[in-house]
Antibody, heavy 119, light 110 residues
Framework: QLQLQESGPGLVKPSETLSLTCTVSRGSVSSSSYYWGWIRQPPGKGLEWIGSFYYSGSTYYNPSLKSRVTISVDTSKNQFSLNVNSVTAADTAVYYC???????????WGRGSLVTVSS | QSALTQPPSASGSPGQSVTISCTGTSSDVGGYNYVSWYQQHPGKAPKLMIYEVSKRPSGVPDRFSGSKSGNTASLTVSGLQAEDEADYYCSSYAGSNSVVFGGGTELTVL
């Protein structure tokens, strides 16, 4: 069964760039069987889809975040990454990396990584 | 792209049934049969309970069922058990390869 693990700094300063990496095990980020992506959850609040990418190379972002977000993949390390630039306190959240068989549901979740934006 | 509407809370006694609604628009819930439901216990990652409106992943008890009518989807939990107490989130495909979530419903087992 696919396993996902987020890693990255837990504290980011306002206006800087938030960077997280998701390491994939028991599966390949190059597989055409899955799609990959990120979702976040501010403390005490609901889930927000950030973006997804597919084996074909296509990447899609939440329109509300599109101008600040980049998702990239490193097939040699079996990892994919999330960058969110110009962060504010509103970007404080648990960030989950994810995977699924279809783009509309999430079958596999990482354990989540809390990122706090504060000076 | 607005969030789907869920009631903030729901409750039921052990053994009873409870239904949680998820209301969207014709651009998301009503336009596609791609509604999913997730269960989230405190401090844990969400877990997929229902996909494509009414399908259950392997391992999910058949006490959990999903349906849809127009722009509103529903999750029904039958035979409530203590371990069903959790937050539940709906999501829907919203076109242009995007997904939108509901605000979540806190289910309490009395």
């Amino acid at each position: 069964q696919l396993q996902l693990q987020e890693s990255g700094p837990g504290l980011v300063k306002p206006s800087e760039t938030l960077s997280l990496t998701c390491t994939v095990s028991r599966g390949s980020v190059s597989s055409s069987s899955y799609y990959w992506g990120w979702i976040r959850q501010p403390p005490g609040k609901g889930l927000e889809w950030i973006g997804s990418f597919y084996y074909s190379g296509s990447t899609y972002y939440n329109p509300s975040l599109k101008s600040r977000v980049t998702i990239s993949v490193d097939t040699s390390k079996n990892q994919f990454s999330l960058n969110v630039n110009s962060v504010t306190a509103a970007d404080t959240a648990v960030y989950y990396c994810l995977s699924g068989y279809s783009g509309s549901s999430v079958d596999y979740w990482g354990r989540g990584s809390l990122v706090t934006v504060s000076s | 792209q607005s969030a789907l509407t869920q009631p903030p809370s729901a409750s039921g006694s052990p053994g009873q049934s409870v239904t949680i609604s998820c209301t969207g628009t014709s651009s998301d819930v009503g336009g596609y049969n791609y509604v999913s439901w997730y269960q989230q216990h405190p401090g844990k990652a969400p877990k997929l309970m229902i996909y494509e409106v009414s399908k259950r992943p392997s391992g999910v008890p058949d006490r959990f069922s999903g349906s849809k009518s127009g722009n509103t989807a529903s999750l029904t939990v039958s035979g409530l058990q203590a371990e069903d107490e959790a937050d539940y989130y709906c999501s829907s495909y919203a076109g242009s390869n995007s997904v939108v979530f509901g605000g979540g419903t806190e289910l309490t087992v009395l």
